[in-house]
């Protein structure tokens, strides 16, 4: 028998070219280039205020104490092990996360009407759901507040849902347009898919009122249209867990349909254990089963089913009463510290005289403020004061420190002076 020859074998030409050639260069993702450059750089004066992640004083990521605590306990129980997860996830981590989001005794959860599947945090938890409504939903098309996290694009047209945008930032006012909200939603086609963000938005800090958040609701009842919330701040935006998942719980309460992506990263700290659910309330118990079951098939060819070390950490501190008012304590104090940092970036810029109107900063609210500032003050801000942020000019609270304040307002202060 002959054989090829190994150069004859490979199928390539002399020159070695690949059979990927033709897979172009890819660009980079924004937030991760900008924590790339603020690595590089070696100014001890450096400001990483880009990717979401609450950081102490010192620009640590924040570890909370009460997951230390359970980490230890987890670590010295040898009756664990590391047997796969059903493919829905652990039963006790879904059962709290759909009562610490609907509420203790919600009637949606007494009447068996909520499924709760454990995801990988909550991008994870917003692209099973977008598969699953591209499998089992009539509509394909999804409204998406304009602006938004910068993810949710990629997260639902990967699963092949058409994106269309609803006004909701105001640039004049740094705050909430809420006419054109209702403008576009009225307009929007019946039984599309909307999705909100509960509370604390990302990019903008902008949240609509209590008031506001129920002409939403009517609205979109009255379309007919199928809310998809992100709710991924929890008790970190106003300090309370209910005030925070108050815009679910009224969409809830009306007895009608709804998807809610939840995350544990910010509010437990848990960025790295990706750990986070996808609940979605049905009209009936029956409804509800089936589509747990198929939620199942989604999941079966995406990672089979989830780890389990987020998930033990969160039950662990949701099941026990001590540490659960650990963790709402703790909660809160990094609710107050994102406010104090607030006022105090406020209050420095007056006291510079830095012109324009600064208090949309204390206006807006949660980890993110929408400062106004422009791609050629940003680009200022960076090459001379090592400042890293997102272009669109959202500064990340949780990554400034109130140490960091003066140097901060001092650089912004320069950057509008110097563009007048």
């Known amino acids: 028998m002959d054989?090829?020859?190994?150069?004859?074998a490979t199928g390539t030409d002399s020159d070695g070219d690949s059979v990927f050639h033709n897979v172009p260069p890819?660009?980079?993702?924004?937030?991760?280039?900008?924590?790339?450059?603020?690595n590089k750089d070696p100014s001890p004066y450096k400001l990483h205020l880009g990717v979401g992640v609450y950081r102490t004083e010192e620009g640590k990521c924040h570890t909370l104490n009460v997951v230390r605590q359970v980490e230890q306990t987890l670590a010295t129980d040898t009756s664990a092990d590391k047997e796969y997860l059903p493919i829905t996830g652990m039963a006790e981590f879904n059962k709290l996360s759909a009562e610490?989001?609907?509420?203790?005794?919600?009637?949606?959860?007494?009447?068996?009407?909520?499924?709760?599947?454990?995801?990988?945090?909550?991008?994870?938890?917003?692209?099973?759901?977008?598969?699953?409504?591209?499998?089992?939903?009539?509509?394909?098309?999804?409204?998406?507040?304009?602006?938004?996290?910068?993810?949710?694009?990629?997260?639902?047209?990967?699963?092949?849902?058409?994106?269309?945008?609803?006004?909701?930032?105001?640039?004049?006012?740094?705050?909430?347009?809420?006419?054109?909200?209702?403008?576009?939603?009225?307009?929007?086609?019946?039984?599309?898919?909307?999705?909100?963000?509960?509370?604390g938005h990302n990019p903008t800090g902008v949240d609509p009122t209590f008031q506001q958040w129920e002409q939403i609701r009517q609205l979109v009842r009255l379309r007919g249209l199928l809310p998809f919330f992100d709710c991924a701040y929890q008790g970190l935006v106003s300090g309370s867990l209910d005030a925070d998942a108050q815009s679910i719980r009224m969409f809830v309460s009306d007895s009608g349909e709804c998807l809610v992506a939840q995350s544990y990263s910010k509010t437990m700290g848990l960025y790295g254990e990706r750990i986070g659910s996808l609940s979605i309330v049905c009209k009936t118990a029956d409804v509800a089963r089936r589509v747990e079951g198929q939620l199942r098939l989604v999941i079966r060819p995406f990672y089979s089913n989830p780890p389990i070390h987020g998930a033990a950490i969160v039950t662990a501190i949701l099941k026990d009463r001590v540490?659960?008012?650990?963790?709402?304590?703790?909660?809160?104090?990094?609710?107050?510290?994102?406010?104090?940092?607030?006022?105090?970036?406020?209050?420095?810029?007056?006291?510079?005289?830095?012109?324009?109107?600064?208090?949309?900063?204390?206006?807006?609210?949660?980890?993110?403020?929408?400062?106004?500032?422009?791609?050629?003050?940003?680009?200022?801000?960076?090459?001379?004061?090592?400042?890293?942020?997102?272009?669109?000019?959202?500064?990340?609270?949780?990554?400034?420190?109130?140490?960091?304040?003066?140097?901060?307002?001092?650089?912004?202060?320069?950057?509008?002076?110097?563009?007048?």
């Open 26 to 38: 890819a660009p980079d993702i924004p937030v991760y280039a900008i924590s790339v450059a603020y």
């Open 100 to 199: 610490l989001i609907f509420g203790f005794g919600s009637p949606a959860i007494k009447e068996t009407r909520v499924t709760t599947v454990q995801c990988v945090s909550g991008s994870g938890s917003l692209r099973l759901g977008a598969e699953f409504l591209a499998k089992h939903y009539h509509q394909h098309v999804v409204y998406l507040p304009e602006p938004t996290y910068g993810n949710h694009p990629n997260l639902l047209s990967a699963a092949g849902l058409s994106l269309k945008s609803y006004r909701y930032y105001d640039p004049k006012t740094h705050g909430l347009d809420f006419r054109g909200l209702l403008e576009d939603l009225g307009s929007a086609s019946t039984g599309a898919i909307v999705l909100f963000q509960a509370s």
């Open 323 to 420: 540490l659960y008012n650990e963790w709402t304590t703790e909660l809160k104090a990094m609710s107050d510290r994102l406010a104090k940092v607030r006022l105090q970036l406020y209050d420095a810029l007056c006291n510079r005289g830095t012109p324009g109107d600064w208090s949309h900063i204390i206006r807006q609210v949660g980890m993110y403020t929408f400062t106004g500032l422009n791609e050629e003050q940003i680009d200022f801000l960076t090459k001379e004061y090592h400042i890293y942020m997102s272009s669109d000019g959202r500064i990340n609270m949780g990554g400034l420190s109130s140490k960091a304040v003066p140097y901060l307002a001092d650089a912004i202060h320069n950057a509008v002076t110097r563009s007048i």
């Open 3 to 8: 054989y090829l020859k190994p150069e004859e």
